[in-house]
T-cell receptor, first 111, second 114 residues
Framework: DAKTTQPPSMDCAEGRAANLPCNHSTISGNEYVYWYRQIHSQGPQYIIHGLKNNETNEMASLIITEDRKSSTLILPHATLRDTAVYYCIVRVAYNTDKLIFGTGTRLQVFP | DAGVTQSPTHLIKTRGQQVTLRCSPK?????VSWYQQALGQGPQFIFQYYEEEERQRGNFPDRFSGHQFPNYSSELNVNALLLGDSALYLC?????????????FGPGTRLLVL
């Protein structure tokens, strides 16, 4: 079973920041938080991952709470092309173990 | 840099038939994982191949089998197809022997069983 809980859907206006929450209250000390997204009928796309520090790359920022029980993926300026299902996954990093997907959050960006 | 590629993109089969799906990993990757994604669901792990051996397996019957070749490419075989095998089949590759353990996905093969 997935170890994360996400809202089933969210809306965001184009150009605004999209903040996608994820709860992972049972995360272990050696587990990282990974985010993927899946645009309709395509393969999942890796976005970002982190352990406990905030992370940023060209796609998004990841904010992890100090107790590591929840995190937020931030798309700073959402575009229509960011409409997708976003999956939050916890797993041991530096390890090629399987990914366990939940049902994700369906983000709809509107004009 | 070529990403993960899969073939064919779409496939239609009838119940009882057999199917083979193919995957070429991202350049430099040596580990291939296969996932099944039913409509409206998240991907479900089928199995993973490393050094031409099946290393991990999810909760899928023996009708699902695979193979990895010396060039790290992989095949997924499904025998005695059922209607419920209709799904998007995803291949993901990663690099076992380095820090690049992130799995990168291909575009998938959409299988329809009639």
């Amino acid at each position: 079973d997935a170890k994360t809980t996400q809202p089933p859907s969210m809306d965001c206006a184009e150009g605004r920041a999209a903040n996608l929450p994820c709860n992972h209250s049972t995360i272990s000390g050696n587990e990282y938080v990974y985010w993927y997204r899946q645009i309709h009928s395509q393969g999942p796309q890796y976005i970002i991952h982190g352990l406990k520090n905030n992370e940023t790359n060209e796609m998004a920022s990841l904010i992890i709470t100090e107790d590591r029980k929840s995190s937020t993926l931030i798309l700073p300026h959402a575009t229509l092309r960011d409409t997708a299902v976003y999956y939050c996954i916890v797993r041991v990093a530096y390890n090629t173990d399987k990914l366990i997907f939940g049902t994700g959050t369906r983000l709809q960006v509107f004009p | 840099d070529a990403g993960v590629t899969q073939s064919p993109t779409h496939l239609i089969k009838t119940r009882g038939q057999q199917v083979t799906l193919r995957c070429s990993p991202k350049s430099g990757h040596d580990t291939v994982s296969w996932y099944q994604q039913a409509l409206g669901q998240g991907p479900q792990f089928i199995f993973q191949y490393y050094e031409e051996e099946e290393r991990q397996r999810g909760n899928f019957p023996d009708r699902f089998s695979g193979h990895q070749f010396p060039n790290y490419s992989s095949e997924l075989n499904v025998n005695a197809l059922l209607l419920g095998d209709s799904a998007l089949y995803l291949c993901a590759s990663s690099f076992e022997r380095g820090r690049g353990e992130t799995q990168y996905f291909g575009p998938g093969t959409r299988l329809l069983v009639l």
